[in-house]
């Protein structure tokens, strides 16, 4: 109760995760007419399971919530009781009541294992796993609900115990279960595809139904609303939710620059009602952005993450720069950047350097790696501050007449997209809205004549760019907001509809899936680094990166000294997955890393859709190797077919390949036959 007292005495800042600003962060913060404390990079980061857990636990002990939700209904606590924590996790909720197992939060993912086959639910599954160091052996019952040691008497997890299973990003092999109540469990596997497997039925234990449709649904279509809006330094006029209507989304991304308060969200929690809690808020100085979420979906997110990057003054001051929110909903993952980059019509290299040093160091996912290339859908949005390339009087009398297209053949950020320098992969949706900047302040007319005398610009922002074979993400809206009239600068709001993978129900077959190339050959987009030649020594190989890789296997081509190099499907070698079901690898991609030497010169996402046989494969091998004898399966006659057919068919899939600031380096083209192929085993063997 006195920690409690404490908890409620003290702003809400995490003092565990924060440290005092740099002294040039200190001035501007004190000119700016406040102090702010920024968190450390390390700070920001919640890869951790056993924190994301013991934050869960803590936060649901001190509200006194003692049982578990998903068993039975439970009174919800007062909001303002709940302490505040850095991780944001249920105790954002507020009202746990939709965290019932009756009630919405299970709804969808028990419509998706409704379509599994009664069978499963009456069939126990055994584990060979390390539990603490010690041989265990699992058994999982769907029927009755409950995951048991077998060797350890009387010990045992409900499935309403669980929270949610979350792959170990260090191991195939490793699985974290967390718990709503217990410590969180590591277990080990025996192998990657036995992980996948108690994965697969981890989810489908969290359902009671028992299932007898046919046909499975994969997918899971949600809403998201992304809003950018430079504040100017001045309160808002008006609630915000004229911003973002009357419509219930799925997921609300709200990114907010030259912002003074630390309160603007909590509003924005009010505003949205009782049905959101605010997953995750990341912030330098005045560019925050936060993260609310339905709590339809509160079991379907987990790997959140979020950094940041300062392009101030010498990239240490944060009054420019960028956030990140990283996080996974069911198998698909999505990265919002919000980003305020420097002013000023006159400096647009600056704008291009600030686009390359965020890219390069903003820190989520595998810090190693672009955050371009790692994330199913990006989305960018914020105060870019590109300009319109004309006189004031003319960029405001075209914007008066709706002559769109006549000012975007002077936008500044369109002509440097067109020439690659910055935005290379990213899409935007048609600007058929109003310039949004410069505005006199009380009013939506522009003050050209004003003490600034700045040209009225598209300065803020969406973009979004997905991954080849990613899920489908479109945009349904783009426009700007003139409701709020506080500042010079009009909010833009844009509207997605993203489909998310599901988790794969449990196979029927336990086979390792193996993927196999043909050549594979890179073409640098600098001629002279395709005619250097051997004679300079450079070695060049592939390595390739993926969650059902195993990171410890050889997932690297032979190294060669050719320019441009040229691997044949000898120096490849196999890969071998871990989710033992190819039609899960549908909208999954593969990082593949190209090093000179020991040093990462590029990468890129190659789509497995490429390597899915699909029925224009099997058609095709009929008419070229005939009818496909009894004791062949399709698959194979395919690959016989890729074969003979190696020679005049076009690449199995072509990938951009870019360096760590998203700059385009060279092209990957991958020959027939590039497939995924799930080998036979014993029946022994399966079980």
């Not at 700059?663 to 590039?674: D, S």
Request: glycine share 6%; with cysteine; aromatic share 8%.
């Amino acid at each position: 109760q006195q920690q409690q007292q404490q908890q409620r005495a003290t702003p809400d800042v995490d003092a565990a995760a924060t440290t005092e600003a740099s002294d040039d962060a200190e001035t501007v913060a004190l000119l700016a007419g406040s102090r702010y404390r920024q968190p450390s990079k390390a700070a920001l980061r919640h890869g951790d399971p056993v924190v994301f857990g013991s934050t869960l636990r803590r936060a649901r002990n001190d509200a006194g919530l003692l049982q578990s939700p998903l068993s039975r209904r439970v009174t919800p606590p007062d909001v303002q009781s709940l302490p505040s924590y850095t991780h944001p996790c249920l105790e954002r909720v507020g009202s746990l009541e939709t965290l019932d197992k009756s009630a919405k939060a299970k709804a969808s993912i028990e419509r998706y294992y409704t379509s599994l086959h009664k069978r499963l639910t009456a069939h126990v599954y055994t584990f060979d796993v390390t539990v603490k160091g010690k041989k265990v052996r699992l058994e999982v019952n769907l029927q009755s609900r409950y995951i048991v040691q077998s060797t350890q008497k009387g010990k045992s997890w409900s499935f309403d115990e669980l929270l949610q299973p979350v792959r170990a990003e260090n191991s195939t092999k490793k699985l974290f279960l967390r718990m709503w109540e217990r410590d969180d469990v590591c277990v080990e596997f025996e192998s990657a595809v036995d992980r996948e497997r108690f994965y697969s039925l981890c989810w489908l234990g969290q359902c009671s139904l028992l299932l007898s449709c046919k046909e499975t649904p994969k997918e899971e279509d949600i809403s998201i609303f992304v809003g950018t809006w430079n504040m100017g330094g001045h309160p808002p006029d008006r609630p915000v939710e004229g911003w973002i209507g009357n419509e219930t989304y799925d997921i609300v991304v709200l990114c907010v620059q030259e912002c003074m308060y630390d309160t603007l969200f909590e509003g924005v929690i009010q505003d949205l009602g009782d049905e959101y809690f605010k997953l995750e808020v990341a912030s330098i100085l005045t560019v925050k952005m936060a993260v609310f979420v339905h709590k339809n979906h509160v079991v379907k997110i987990r790997n959140i993450e979020r950094s940041y990057e300062k392009t101030g003054i010498g990239n240490i001051v944060g009054n420019k720069g960028a956030v990140a929110i990283a996080f996974q909903f069911h198998e698909t993952s999505f990265c919002f950047i919000g980003s305020h980059l420097a002013a000023h019509q006159a400096r647009v290299e600056e704008r291009n350097k600030d686009y390359h040093n965020i890219v390069s160091n903003i820190g989520v996912g595998v810090t190693s790696f672009s955050p371009l290339e790692q994330f199913d859908h990006l989305i960018w949005c914020g105060d870019l501050n590109y300009r319109l390339d004309l006189p004031r009087e003319e960029a405001a009398s075209l914007a008066e007449q709706g002559r769109w297209e006549a000012l975007q053949q002077h936008d500044q950020l369109l002509a440097e997209r067109a020439k690659g320098t910055v935005f290379h992969s990213f899409r935007e949706g048609p600007l058929e809205f109003p310039p949004t900047y410069k505005y006199a302040i009380g009013s939506r007319k522009y003050d050209i004549g004003g003490k600034k005398q700045r040209v009225p610009s598209w300065c803020d922002r969406i973009l979004w760019s997905s991954l080849a074979g990613a899920p489908p993400l479109v945009q349904q809206r783009y426009c700007c907001y003139d409701g709020l009239t506080s500042s010079d600068h009009s909010p833009v709001l844009s509207v997605f509809e993203a489909c998310t993978l599901l988790p794969a129900p449990p196979p029927a077959r336990c086979a390792p899936v193996i993927l196999t190339f043909g050549r594979l050959s890179l073409l640098f987009f600098t001629a002279a680094q395709n005619e250097c030649g051997s004679a300079d020594g450079e070695q060049y190989r592939l390595a390739f990166r993926a969650f059902f890789l195993d990171p410890k296997a050889q997932n690297e081509t032979a190294a060669t000294a050719a320019c441009p190099p040229v691997w044949d499907a000898s120096n490849v070698p196999p890969l071998a997955c871990c989710v033992p079901d190819p039609a899960f690898y549908t909208t999954l991609h593969m990082l593949a890393l190209l090093y000179r030497k020991d040093t990462i010169v590029a990468q890129g996402a190659i789509p497995m859709k490429a390597a899915m046989v699909s029925s224009e494969d099997v058609a095709a091998a009929a008419a070229v190797s005939g009818p496909v004898a009894a004791d062949d399966s399709a698959v194979t006659a395919v690959r016989r077919a890729r074969e003979k057919r190696a020679s005049t068919t076009s690449a199995a899939f072509s990938v951009t390949m870019t360096d760590r600031r998203g700059v385009p380096v060279a092209q990957l083209n991958g020959a027939h036959p590039f497939t995924l192929e799930q080998k036979d085993c014993e029946e022994a063997a399966y079980r």
